[in-house]
Nanobody, 127 residues
Framework: QVQLVESGGELVQAGGSLRLSCAASGRTASMTAMAWFRQAPGKEREIVARITWSTGSTYYADSVKGRYTISRDNAKNTVYLQMNSLKPEDTAVYYC????????????????????WGQGTQVTVSS
């Protein structure tokens, strides 16, 4: 089992920045990739960014490219999401997720491809 704990969500004005953190514990050696998803009220959970644990290869949703940066600290078993130029439409609960298998590229955006989830952290962007 892997436990994930997110932190860093808060209320911020449009145009501002936030950094989310996700600390992993437990069987972290089994992790192959970590990702950030978000879910706004009335909407489906969607992937925001993903990073592979070994190579650091990244993926970003089109809606956040150029504004968000995902990174990892293997020594601390922590993944970060730096969010800049925030918009009101970025408001959502942000979830950290971890995969424990070598995901084919065709499934990396699917929530079902991730075995472990954090409890979520609220990000609210005011206009």
């Amino acid at each position: 089992q892997v436990q994930l704990v997110e932190s860093g969500g808060e209320l911020v004005q449009a145009g501002g920045s936030l950094r989310l953190s996700c600390a992993a514990s437990g069987r972290t050696a089994s992790m192959t990739a970590m990702a950030w998803f978000r879910q706004a009220p009335g909407k489906e959970r969607e992937i925001v960014a993903r990073i592979t644990w070994s190579t650091g290869s990244t993926y970003y949703a089109d809606s956040v490219k150029g504004r968000y940066t995902i990174s990892r600290d293997n020594a601390k078993n922590t993944v970060y999401l730096q969010m800049n130029s925030l918009k009101p439409e970025d408001t959502a609960v942000y979830y950290c997720a971890a995969a424990n298998w070598p995901q084919p590229m065709g499934v990396i955006t699917a929530a079902a491809a991730y075995a472990y989830w954090g409890q979520g952290t609220q990000v609210t962007v005011s206009s």
